[in-house]
């Protein structure tokens, strides 16, 4: 129904082969974009530069989000290959695990600036640099969760954070949206990726949503990354400001 040939796209986030960030670049370049993939550090290169260079990644570069040089070199670098760009995915999120596995009451004032600064704070900086790059147009995605609107037991202070990720997605909708530039968060339900192993009881959380969504399935990487190949196209020009649930039903249940 749609090609993304011709366009291009950055990609944020990939740490392994069961990272969202990296289905939603393999959606990508299946439909024909072109891509920009980075790795946080030294340490995490080895393990995503061969799945960059397998998706014939024409950029591929470190980005440590707090890093302001890192980021303006990846655009620089973005702006002197293709000279614009027509997606931004962002999904990174972070939070120290003592605060993460505390009561959100109990939460460093520290630890919740530097969760607020990586995880929502990060796509706003991002989509400051895209913008000039999109002038006709383009998307820009980020990653939320559920237990932003309710309370999903051991999420904890995350659950603020993506509740000021989604808010962050609707006033930069609104912002950009005469631009032709829309914004999105993409919601899948639990998965098993190594940022959300980081949660308490995780699988067993997995298994209660796996139980309660109408399809008694968990969304997939590949699910999450066909929903973000879609409105990064044109047909998809006209949709913004939102938080796509691709998660089997499971929010939808009470």
Not at 72 to 100: Q, Y
Not at 190 to 205: M, N, Y
């Amino acid at each position: 129904m749609f090609s993304l040939k011709g366009t291009t796209a950055l990609v944020v986030g990939i740490a392994n082969e069961q990272s969202i960030a990296y289905g939603c670049a393999q959606a990508l370049r299946a439909q024909g974009a072109d891509l920009a993939i980075t790795y946080l550090n030294d340490k995490a290169e080895p393990h995503v530069r061969p799945l960059a260079e397998a998706l014939g990644a024409e950029i591929i570069m470190p980005l440590e989000v707090r890093d302001a040089a890192q980021m303006d070199a990846l655009f620089a670098e973005v702006a002197a290959r293709w000279g614009k760009l027509d997606t931004l995915v962002h999904s990174i999120a972070f939070c120290p695990k003592d605060d993460l596995h505390g009561r959100v009451i109990d939460c460093s004032a520290e630890g919740f600036t530097l969760a607020m600064d990586v995880s929502v704070h990060s796509f706003l900086r991002m989509i400051r640099r895209a913008e000039p790059l999109m002038s006709e147009g383009g998307a820009c995605m980020t990653v939320t969760f559920y237990g932003s609107e309710k309370v999903v037991e051991h999420y904890n202070v995350m659950g603020p954070v993506k509740a000021a990720l989604e808010s962050v997605t609707r006033y930069a909708a609104a912002e950009l949206g005469a631009k032709g530039i829309s914004v999105h968060a993409l919601s899948p339900g639990p998965l098993k990726t190594r940022a959300a192993s980081g949660i308490a009881e995780f699988d067993a959380l997995l298994d209660a949503a796996a139980a309660r969504a109408p399809t008694h399935a968990l969304a997939t990487i590949d699910d999450v990354g066909a929903y973000c190949a879609f409105l990064a196209s044109r047909e998809a020009r006209n949709v913004t400001g939102g938080v796509h649930a691709i998660d089997g039903g499971y929010s939808i249940i009470g």
